[in-house]
């Protein structure tokens, strides 16, 4: 049975950082690239970041670039998002994905086989 297993989220003030981890369990990650997506209240699913299988390759959206960096420590079963300078606007519960086309860095949900539960990020201003 597949498990994605996000940690790390919280309460922070703008302009802190935070890092959410995934634990993935039930597969083998090496196999999968993965992303990270959010949900802001109200709003539809949103892409964050993605990295290939070796972690060779990513992908950000606009809003995070240059403050975001997603990575990976397959041995461990475990990808990370770190996020710095968070702003307001970066509230949302934040999950984590896997893409059996281990190669990709796809922005669509559709593409992405395995999610998690998700964790809570709320940036006061």
């Known amino acids: 049975q597949v498990q994605l297993v996000e940690s790390g989220g919280g309460l922070v003030q703008a302009g802190d950082s935070l890092r959410l981890s995934c634990a993935a369990s039930g597969l083998t990650l090496i196999a999968y690239a993965m992303g990270w997506f959010r949900q802001a209240p109200g709003k539809e699913h949103e892409f964050v970041a993605a990295?290939?299988?070796?972690?060779?390759?990513?992908n950000y959206a606009d809003s995070v670039k240059g403050r975001f960096t997603i990575s990976r420590d397959n041995a461990k079963n475990m990808v990370y998002l770190e996020m710095n300078s968070l702003k307001p606007e970066d509230t949302a519960v934040y999950y984590c994905a896997a893409d059996r086309r281990r190669g990709g860095v796809s922005d669509q949900m559709s593409a992405y086989d395995y999610w998690g539960q998700g964790t809570q990020v709320t940036v006061s201003s």
């Open positions: 990295t290939s299988w070796g972690g060779d390759r990513t």
